[in-house]
């Protein structure tokens, strides 16, 4: 289960994450934390599952496989779960500064 989200059209990559696994995941990401004001994410899963939460549930707004992906929204308070072989990196956006 998957909600659609998407990156506005006008923004950009500018920083990416290393491929993260069980092992190499920093605690922060599986506590709560956000994006800054103007920053979307794009998690994408290599292998495994990911299962994305915001602060407060207790069921995952999503479950992203791999090959997938999922759009993280600015100022969004969530945490992440994953599964035993998961593999995934985040890519940073904003808009280009006029």
Same mark, same amino acid.
């Given at each position: 289960m998957i909600e659609q989200r998407f990156l506005p059209d006008d923004v950009e990559p500018y920083g990416?994450? !290393?491929l993260f696994t069980n092992?190499?995941?920093p605690d922060k990401i599986l506590n709560h934390h956000d994006l800054q004001a103007g920053t979307w994410g794009l998690l994408t899963v290599e292998a495994g599952t990911v299962s994305f939460f915001r602060q407060g549930a207790?069921? !995952?707004l999503a479950v992203i496989p791999a090959g997938e992906t999922f759009v993280?929204?600015?100022e969004e308070v969530h945490h992440v779960r994953l599964s035993e072989?998961?593999?995934f990196f985040v890519t940073f956006y904003k808009r280009?500064?006029?």
């Open positions: 990416k994450t !290393p092992e190499t995941v207790e069921a !995952p993280i929204l600015p072989d998961a593999e280009p500064k006029k």
